[in-house]
């Protein structure tokens, strides 16, 4: 379709929704004429407008009123017409700093990071939070009282995991100290996953060269990882009332209300994010190209994070209203799940 418009169409189509994504509200051709490169006159607008309308890229919501883009012609916008802007060494920086993975769980460096996406969009922040099977650079075992215990668990990206565990009754350091040695030396540089099998063979075969107690300590800290590894991901949305800033009548109230709706179907919010499994870069979903927002006037703007063998880990995006700001916020998604992919890589 892009072949059939002309330089003319193609910068009234365009001028007109960067309009519309600022103030939310019809065009007149009036205000269009004023605001183009080419001098063109209102009545040639005009004619413009009513071509790019039998085309299905534009509408007018009354008899008299201007003009709005379409779903279809807001994704021809995104597509074809689009300059994707460039981030301020600013929002670089403020979410490179927010994303520090020392000392943080992986779900607390994702729940910041949407938080700055939110934060920094001014619309609903959103990530799919994996199941945690990174390779373990530490293990540690630290005594919390009678029968209790802290698994701290540290990463090779410097994401930490604490576990309490119920432990034997009047366990010595030394039993601690002696299942955090042998837990080290089986786990460092690998996955859970990759290190199981064989601790377990070792433990079922007495071969595990430590004490009794310090091999329940370990059975202990293993039962609990196995068991959090069955787990499935976890969605995180931060941001509802930026959305509240939006609001220009009952008709947004209604749409409002409808996508409030939308994300609390979080099963169907957790598959449409997997189903950028596959997907390479950024990925747009405008109004009704997903059943999920079909009734919500919304767009998500989403991109995979990956780690370092680019398998797919999660993905992270914002959602807001179909005239968001799509230059600045592809940029700024784009750059956020890169950042997170660097951390896990």
């Known amino acids: 379709m892009l072949d ?30 004023k605001g183009l490169e080419l001098p063109i006159s209102s009545a040639t607008v005009r004619n413009v407008m009513s071509d790019l309308e039998d085309m299905g890229l534009l509408y007018a919501p009354h008899t008299s009123s201007g003009r709005l883009p379409t779903q279809l012609g807001l994704r021809f916008f995104v597509d074809g017409l689009l300059e994707i802007g460039n981030l301020t060494d600013s929002e670089r920086a403020n979410i490179e700093g927010k994303c520090q993975a020392a000392g943080r769980t992986l779900d607390e460096l ?26 373990f650079r530490q293990v540690e075992f630290v005594s919390i009282g009678k029968g209790r215990a802290l698994l701290v668990l540290v990463n090779e990206s410097g994401l930490v995991e604490n576990r309490v565990i119920e432990v034997p009754v009047g366990i010595t350091q030394a039993s601690l100290i002696q299942a955090t040695n042998y837990l080290n030396s089986r786990l460092s540089g690998r996955t859970l996953d990759e290190a199981y099998i064989k601790i377990k063979e070792e433990i079922d075969a007495h071969q595990t060269e430590i004490d009794e107690l310090s091999t329940k300590i370990v059975e202990a800290g293993l039962a609990t990882k196995v ?9 995180i949305v931060r941001g509802r009332a930026n959305l509240l800033d939006e609001i220009q009548g009952a008709r947004e109230i209604d749409r409002l209300r409808s996508l409030f709706e939308a994300l609390d179907e979080k099963s169907d919010l957790k598959r449409l994010l997997e189903s950028t499994r596959n997907a390479e870069g950024v990925q747009i979903f405008i ?29 992270i995006g914002v959602i807001g209203p179909t005239r968001l700001n799509y230059a600045r916020i592809i940029p700024m998604v784009d750059h956020t799940a890169g950042v997170i992919s660097r951390i896990l890589g």
């Open 110 to 135: 994702l729940g910041e990071a949407t938080e700055t996406l939110s934060g920094l969009s001014r619309c609903v922040g959103l990530v799919l939070s994996p199941k945690e099977n990174a390779p």
């Open 4 to 33: 059939e418009l002309n330089k003319r169409s193609r910068q009234v189509l365009r001028r007109l929704i960067e309009e519309y994504m600022a103030t939310g509200l019809p065009v007149a051709s009036r205000t269009l004429a």
């Open 287 to 315: 109004g009704a190209e997903s059943e999920l927002f079909r009734d919500t006037d919304s767009s998500m703007v989403v991109a995979p994070y990956r780690d370092s063998k680019q398998h797919f880990v999660g993905a």
């Open 227 to 235: 068991k959090d590894s069955k787990k499935s991901s976890v969605l």
